[in-house]
C-alpha cells in the first residue's frame, strides 16, 4: 500500500522545507511526494531542489489557486491513499501510519482524521484546535461543525474521491465542501491524537471575510440539499450559527488594521440570531461585545496573561 502526498504551494519559501521535512520524517515511508508548484516567484523551487529525495517529484504550473493545484496533484497521484498538507503546515511523524492503521482497522471508512494544534510563524505551539470525535455516518455532524478544521488533516481512500474534484469555483471553504461530498457518501474514522500543527501568521490570516462568509453560505446550502439531508433540514439554523460564531472570532483575531467592526458585529448578530438559545448565555455575548467594540484593551489583557504564565 502507498500514500500520495499532495503539496500545493505559492511563494513558499519560507516554510516549504519545513513542511517537507515533516513529511519525509514520517514513520510510513512508502509515499510519494507531490508537489504543486502553483506559479511561485519567490526562491521556492531553489529550496526543494536543494532537499534529495528519489520521492519528491515536483510539478510547475502557472497560479491557478489551492483547488486546482490539489486537482493537478490527485491527477498525478499513483497511491491508494491522499493527503494532502499545505506548504506552511506540519505532520508529528506517526500522522500516516495511524491514520493507514485505522482504515485497515475500519474497512468501511474511506477517511481517516486527526486532531490539530495551533502553531505560530516560529512552530511554537499556540492553542489546541477541536478534539471532536467522530465516527462512521459523519454527515450530519459535519454539516453543523468542519471539524477536520482544515486541509492538511485527512488520509482518504483514492477510489472515494470518485466523487468529483475540488471546487475551483470557490474562493474559500472548498475543503468543507469535499469533506461534506465525501461524508455524503462513506464513513469517517478518528485517529484521537492531535497529528496536524496548522500554522497562523499574520499574512494567512483572512482578510475578505465577506468573501469566506458567501463561499460558505454556498456550500452550506449545497450540503442541505442533498438527498442525505432530506430529513436534516433541522441543523440547517445550528449549521449557520456555528458559521457566524467562527467568523466572529475570526474577524476579532484579524490584526488591528484588518479588524473591521461594523462586519465583526454582522457576523455576531448573525451568530445570535441563528441560535437563540445563544442569547440566554450572558457571559459570551458580553465577551465578544467587549472584543468587537474594544479589541486592543482585550488584546491587552491576553499580552499580560501571556507574561504573567511566562514569569511564572
Known sequence: MSISVIVPVFNGE??????INSILNQTFQ????????DGSTDATLETIKNISDSRIKVFSYPNAGLSASRNR???????????????????????????WQALQSNQEAAVAYSWTDYID???????????IKANGDVFSKLLITNFIENGSNPLICKKALEIGSFDESLPAAEDKDMWLRLAANYEFVCVEKPQILYRISTTSMSTNLKRQEAASLKVIECAFSYPKAEKLQHLKKQSLSHLYQYLTFKAI???????????????????IKNNPAIAKNQRVIIIAAVKILF????RRVSQLKKAAVISN
Request: proline share 5%.
Open 121 to 131: 510563524e516560529s512552530s511554537k505551539f499556540i492553542k489546541s484546535g477541536r478534539r
Open 30 to 37: 512508502n509515499i510519494e511526494i507531490i508537489i504543486i508548484n
Open 73 to 99: 496533484g490527485i491527477d498525478r497521484a499513483k497511491g491508494e491513499y491522499i493527503s494532502f498538507i499545505d506548504a506552511d503546515d506540519l505532520w508529528t511523524p506517526d500522522k500516516l501510519e495511524l491514520q
Open 253 to 271: 483575531e484579524a490584526p488591528p488594521k484588518q479588524t473591521q467592526t461594523l462586519t465583526a458585529v454582522y457576523f455576531w448578530w448573525n451568530w
Open 295 to 298: 479589541p486592543q484593551l482585550f
Open 14 to 19: 519560507k516554510t516549504i522545507e519545513e513542511t
